[in-house]
């Protein structure tokens, strides 16, 4: 096709109304966006879908379509790196079983089967006014995903709330990033990791906590393999972890004993004055209490309460203490626990009274786990009223309204219920349909069995993915098929706070739609108010959301466009408007001033609670749960479709046992086992290795039955799940 034929095809489908004969065809008209100044064989960089790593892409085209694609060498974030699942980004969305047309299942008895789209879009307005006619505005609910775009999570937030009537809906990132946000919003005032990556080079003491850096966030491990200080490394999980062996020093605690670990630690930095007491006195609040509080955290106890011999604690406080730019960082190991936000706060309180904060290579630094966590936090409009907003806040409210040009009665007055306050809802009956998008919780939500029998119980649950092939798209009445990453416009925001851009390089099959339009074509067939007139496109949209976040710490308005982030390299909010420049790399807090009202960042803190379901005699082993490899995504429905990334981890899902309790159980690596928890069972292959203490056992979170495992216990402010410690007991085949 020559070059110009092609770009005014582009054109003519990114400026065209959303007919219906291009909804029956859009691979035929190409619907999203396509730089216009793209040719058909160029190359441009995209922002992978992956991890909230926020890695770059160069996507090589061949007549508009990506053929293969290699690491950005110049993007501030990933320097010319890439992990396997990065390189292997396109594979997934050329599969057989993508979804190509919606499809819909008229009963219970019946297979789903395809229907037009103008169809689907009236089933699913009919179906969810009928619940709400028969049940009330509140019996429906939505779960969405950390995985699809800023703009596509806000024109969801925005259609569901404000206009459907919803006042529930949360998503995905529930599960892995709930706990910094309720943490930093708590500490510092707003939802705010102060950090940028550069600070991995820049420390000479660099504590990861809970955190498998090597293969969950690989490129970050090359960050910290950059560092030119000779960095201390310290790793500090129950188990031996990839990144615990490559540590100068792994501290190997108890599980759930990190809490009374951290106190301990804390405790140590005062009784050797390793303070910042000129940053304590300026800059915090609550010192003197929080003194109080960890007084009886003694080193002799909090030895023998973690596991960690004395020596080893010591030394660590000393690390910490003379360390001239230390780095603490955590992810999962703290923030999915039935204490979490607690954790994450020891962390940060560790941060403040060493002064570790605000200065190259310093923070307490939350790593998100999904491409677009950080965007799910500012921009989904569920927990948070759009741009970090508060739904009980009547200015708020007022002020949102105001951008998007809808009455501010249209705004909940309340926040919503948290994924697991969602799934009870559909026990007491009353959430009665269910809107799922983009996460597949069949697989990742706790206590599997629980949640499946839930779903069925359901009058309606549709289910919006790239594959109907998901356990949790199978279960769906009405299945809405997706345009996946790289077949769709719009923004990422990774762990750094770095806006970065995805683009349309590849058509969508059959008509699989970009999930901001299926938004939109639901939102105009359910009747939406003009507001929707102003959000045609994801840039659109990114404008709009610009003006919402005004007079926020998340303030964007200095970003101009699309072309300016890509142009930039990825910008990191802030960014008023009144920036006379972008630079690359930028810290929160520098001047030691916080979001909350006073300016100090607060000292928060609370006594350790027992484990809900601590190792007993019936179930004497502790479950962890983990990444398995840095080739498999979560619940692996497009990392399981590459031959390459499975050729890249073991074939069959595997649990690992201590050498001592193989002994004593007569099992021997590659044997068939059964792991029982109170809740459920499966089978799986043992490998025997002492990666995992004795009384200790773990499995990587992607074999799609480890949740009939685990329990559904949360974090009490953060309501995260605590996937990492439940008791099982396992018996040979
Ligand atoms: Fe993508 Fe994360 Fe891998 Fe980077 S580290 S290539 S963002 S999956």
Redesign the pocket.
Known sequence: MRAKQFIEEKIRAFDGPLTEELLRDPGKFGLGQLPRTMEPDATTSVV?G??S???SLNVHLKDGQAINLSPDPDYPV?LGM??P??WESLTPLAADDRGTSPLYRASSDDALEPIEWKDAAQTFCDRMRTVQREHGPESIAFLSTGQICTEEMALLGAFAKFEMGMIHGDGNTRQCMATAVTAYKESFGFDAPPFSYQDFEESDVIVLIGSNLCIA???LWQRVLRNENNPEIIVIDPRKTETAMQATQHVALRPKSDLTFLYGIAQLLVENDWLDSDFIEAHTSGFEDFKEHIASFTAERVSQESDVPLSELKGLAQKIGEGKRVSLWWTMGVNQSYEATRTAQAIINIALMTGNIGKPGTGANSITGQ?NAMGSRLFSNTTSLLGGHDFLNAQHREKVAEVLEIDPAKIPDQRSWAYDQIVDGIETGKIKALWIVATNGAHSWAHQNRFRKLLSKLDFLVVQDIYPTTETAELADLFLPAAGWGEKDGTLINSERRIGLVKRVSRSPGEALADFSIFRYLASTWGAGPWLAKWKTPEDAFQILKKLSKDQPCDIRGIKDYREIDEAGGIQWPLAESSSSIETHRHLFADGTFYTDDGRARFIYDDPQPNPEPPDEAYPFCLLTGRGSSAQWHTESRTGKSEILKKLHPKESYAEINPDDARALGIKSADRITVISRRGSLELKALVTATVKAGQVFIPMHNPKVNRLTLSSFDPVSRQPNYKACGVKIAKC
């Open positions: 992978c992956y991890c790593t926020g890695c990933n890439a992990c699942k990065g966030h690989p490129i491409c």
